[in-house]
């Protein structure tokens, strides 16, 4: 687990806010759920056989005796509040969330034990259509963001009976061949034999290339169903990539399932994830509900973020990375310019301004060099003197050198000024 810093931090909520104006746009509105939930909740939800709830998730009693969890992932506790409010008997509800979550991983690049998703939940969502403007919104809000070299890879996982005849084809096919699985593997055969396919050891890779496909196991339904998604997507030029070993780790997923990765970092890496999950709201205990959503990785997502800048300085990337700037910083010295300064930029923070004040006291050339760290546009140049005579200088640092005096009760001259170069 790490702490988050202001600089870092800058970026996390310049893309939060990219975020947030495309789902406002796309009709989503916010939720908010506990850190905290009923032990229960996760393993109805995601499956008591996933590695999540096996192996990953922080589990304890608390002091009424009662298991609780700290969430490991979004969808059931959005799905637990849309139950619990009566949010479905209101029609189709289009959430969306921001948070931290936790799991006991192995850390490692963009990945950490507490880490943070950006996630969409489409409650009450049926048609191809939905699962399509989903991915949509996912693949818009990537490109929004700057990143490159985006490939979108996709499955259909079928209905609940096609997933139960596919894993009997493919336990049986593999308990043939169980000496050529790796340990991982093996473990999962009798478990949860579809993540199998999601399995990384090169040995059991190449043994899956002569496995059954769940593409095999479809039925007419669900095969025209997923047609249906890959017009959808053509449609909007969206480019993809089918990919029959796509599962999702959680149980809860059916139909549906995408990821979508960049190679900014070089390799392919998975930035956002999600697909259908048409029956887990009925699982928890509410009314059959067919639904839609995905989640994306903060830390990763900002790891292909700042490999994106560097790819591109000029790029909308590098913006969204590129730390804050002041318009202007207020260089002072001496007892009645210090009063003075901290009222200008007062009065210039009220105008909406950013403003960076220099509280020191030293000398006017220590403070100048500040100030051009800071990389503001404007230095503002406050001592006893200019006190004296009412009036402050605007220094140019950024562009062709220009200087002015400003009458210091000038304030909208003063904004004008900072404003307009």
Known sequence: MVDLLPAALQRWQAVEAVARGHFQRSGFGEIRTPLLESTDLFCRGIGEATDVVGKEMYSFLDRGERSCT?????????????????????????????????????????????????GVEWLGAESPRSDVEVIALAWDLLQGLGIGGLQLELNSLGSTDDRQAYRDALVAWLEVRVDALDDDSRSRLSSNPLRILDSKHPSTQALLEEAPTLADALSPASRERFERVQSGLSALGIPYRLNPRLVRGLDYYSHTAFEITSDQLGAQATVCGGGRYDGLVGQLGGPATPAVGWALGMERLLLVLEAAATADPQ???????????????????????????????????????????????????????????????????????????????????????????????????????????
């Open 315 to 421: 790029g909308v990337a590098a913006r969204l990375t590129a730390g804050a700037v002041p318009a202007a910083y207020v260089v002072n010295r001496g007892e009645r310019a210090a009063i003075a300064a901290l009222g200008l930029a007062r009065d210039l923070r009220r105008a909406e301004l950013a403003i960076d004040l220099d509280s020191s006291g030293a000398a006017f050339g220590k403070q100048f060099k500040r100030a051009d760290r800071c990389g503001a546009r404007w230095a503002l140049i406050l001592g006893d003197d200019e006190v004296d005579q009412g009036i402050v200088r605007l220094k140019r640092l950024q562009g062709e050198p220009k200087e002015q005096s400003v009458a210091l009760t000038a304030i909208s001259a003063i904004v004008d000024t900072l404003r307009s170069s």
């Open 70 to 118: 700290l969430r490991p992932e979004g969808t059931a506790s959005v799905v637990r509040a849309a139950i619990q409010h009566g949010l479905l008997s209101q029609g189709a509800q289009k959430l969306w969330y921001a948070g931290p979550m936790f799991r006991y991983e192995r850390p490692q690049a963009g990945r950490q034990r507490q880490f943070h998703q950006i």
